[in-house]
């Protein structure tokens, strides 16, 4: 089976979970390419996993559409800097990638599991979103996620067993750099004031979503027999505020909470929430790390790595 993206926060896990479960994983990425300090794996260490370095976007994929399972999850994350040059970068790693890698997997027609984010939704209401709620993408990221959809919902029309998994907010050990979690464990270990993005009282809400439980849901959607085309919200059911996350790792460090107020990202949700009846009922899946608990995993991590680092 292949995992894409598996040098990066998500695929680093789940190639790692699949190749636990006895999976032969070929572990692609261009870790090259990334974004400085991407935390992934080395791959190669990790019984069971081979790793193939090919950029998605522009090698040929022949050998990868010859898998028995593929699970896609590299990309080009994050609404921030998909602005201004980020867009044609979000264009080429999401959706050209995505097409060719989908191109490529028509004739044997392997199982494919393709991420895509609740970015889509834009920012929920009164209740949470469900899969069939209609898109509101606001930012080039965004966009890009949904004509990944597109593009996987027509593959999947087209004969191809196809799946869309969208994740809300996932955090933990391996968190990118760029993501709040990490942002505000790293500041607060080095005593500084916590860079939030146009929210200085943190009053926004997101379904945070442990890796474990992403993991979970991901390995349970590739071996589960689904419709193709389906697609299920990956995400804690209870929203929390940005706020309560600060005074969690602000609490867990002992230091004080000291937000600096940054400027706001065009097309950041306010709020994010996931309706989770249809992976409940399809996968038998819900999200069971609480917040408290998840930060302490995501907080050990961090430190460890500064002990690695000294
Ligand atoms: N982390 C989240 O909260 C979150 C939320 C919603 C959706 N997602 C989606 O889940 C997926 C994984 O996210 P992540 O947080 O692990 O990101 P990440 O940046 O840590 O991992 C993505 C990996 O994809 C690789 N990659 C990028 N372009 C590539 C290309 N052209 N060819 C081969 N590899 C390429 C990168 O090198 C990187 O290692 C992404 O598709 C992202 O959009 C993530």
């Known amino acids: 089976m292949v995992v894409t993206g598996a040098a990066g926060f998500i695929g680093s896990h789940v190639a790692e979970a699949m190749a636990g479960a006895g999976h032969e994983v070929l572990a692609v990425d261009v870790p090259t390419r990334s974004r400085a300090g991407t935390p992934g794996i080395t791959p190669g260490i990790t019984p069971g996993i081979t790793p193939v370095e090919a950029d998605l976007a522009t090698d040929d994929l022949t050998k990868l559409g010859e898998a028995d399972l593929v699970i896609h999850l590299a990309g080009r994350p994050g609404i921030r800097s998909s602005w201004g040059p980020g867009r044609a970068l979000a264009e080429r790693d999401n959706v050209i990638a995505t097409r060719r890698l989908l ?21 929920a209401g009164s209740r949470p979103h469900r899969e069939d709620d209609p898109l509101a993408p606001a930012s080039p990221y965004a966009l890009s996620k949904a004509e990944v959809e597109r593009l996987t919902v027509r593959a999947a029309c087209d004969g191809l067993p196809a799946i869309l998994l969208r994740y809300f907010s996932v955090y933990g050990p391996r968190q990118r750099p760029d993501m709040a979690f990490h942002r505000f464990i790293e500041a607060s270990l080095d005593g ?12 926004r809400s997101r379904s945070f979503t442990h890796v474990r439980d992403a993991v979970a849901a991901t390995v349970t959607a590739a071996v589960t027999d689904l419709a193709p085309g389906t697609v299920i919200n990956i995400g804690h059911p209870e929203p929390a505020r940005l706020r309560t996350a ?32 249809r992976a409940e009922r399809l996968l038998g899946w819900t999200a069971t790390t609480g917040l408290a608990e998840g930060l302490a995993d995501q907080i050990a991590w961090h430190q460890e790595l500064r002990v690695g680092a000294a």
């Open 103 to 123: 191109e490529a997997c028509a004739e044997r027609r392997p199982k494919v599991v393709v991420a895509s984010s609740s970015s889509v939704y834009g920012s």
């Open 192 to 203: 500084r004031p916590l860079p939030v993005f146009g929210d200085g009282d943190g009053r």
């Open 246 to 277: 600060i005074e969690l790792i602000s609490g867990a460090l002992g230091v004080p909470a000291r937000i600096h107020a940054e400027d706001p990202v065009a097309g950041d949700a306010e709020r994010t929430w996931a309706d989770t009846e």
